[in-house]
T-cell receptor, first 116, second 115 residues
């Protein structure tokens, strides 16, 4: 059973288009994340949602808009795609515990976005 | 701000030998560190973690060492196997951790196993 799933796995599109990446987790976790991994494998957080509420919003262009219809889903919509948006995008989830106790983040398989 | 995970970019190890992957961090307030393994075409996968009040933690074939004096973290893999080929990341949470802080990843080391 897939714990964190993403669709599509590959996405090739033209500059200026709008696209969405979907993420679902069946782990019952309250927190979900989006990460971007560039061509040099550098992995950086973009957003974090806890129970559908935005918690972390890094310095990301406002062309990127996460949407969480329920706590099992966190979708990423990208407007007016640019060449520099080409990367692998990872969704992750975790179950926060009480203050000071850290839980593992589970990552999805990634979506490779190529902007032409 | 914090900075976690200055890595050497590549490491080649003979199959059966032990691998040691190193990571440096620049913020003494980092509280909790994690090692992730990322195989080709997959997402990062948790390997082992360590809190700042510990110096060493062991798992199955893996050991993480934390030297807070020199702000250095290492992952040791015993008897390296072909399946260990991957990119390894150290990552850290800041101190104090309340539950919503961001996880900062290092640059990663690509481990290649030589048959």
């Amino acid at each position: 059973d897939t714990a964190v799933s993403q669709t599509p796995k590959y996405l090739v599109t033209q500059m200026g288009n709008d696209k969405s990446i979907k993420c679902e987790q069946n782990l019952g976790h309250d927190t979900m994340y989006w990460y971007k991994q560039d061509s040099k494998k550098f992995l950086k957080i973009m957003f974090s949602y806890n129970n559908k509420e935005l918690i972390i919003n890094e310095t990301v262009p406002n062309r990127f808009s996460p949407k969480s219809p329920d706590k099992a889903h966190l979708n990423l919509h990208i407007n007016s795609l640019e060449l520099g948006d080409s990367a692998v995008y990872f969704c992750a989830s975790s179950q926060p515990k009480t203050s000071g106790i850290i839980s593992e983040q589970f990552f999805g398989p990634g979506t490779r976005l190529t902007v032409l | 701000g914090e900075s976690v995970g200055l890595h050497l970019p590549t490491l080649s190890v003979q199959e059966g030998d032990n691998s040691i992957i190193n990571c440096a961090y620049s913020n003494s307030a980092s509280d909790y560190f994690i090692w992730y393994k990322q195989e080709s075409g997959k997402g990062p996968q948790f390997i082992i973690d360590i809190r700042s009040n510990m110096d060493k933690r062991q798992g199955q074939r893996v050991t993480v060492l934390l030297n807070k004096t020199v702000k250095h973290l290492s992952l040791q893999i015993a008897a390296t196997q072909p399946g260990d080929s991957a990119v390894y990341f150290c990552a850290g949470y800041p101190y104090p951790f309340f539950g919503n802080e961001k996880l900062t990843f290092g640059t990663g080391t690509r481990l290649t196993i030589i048959p």
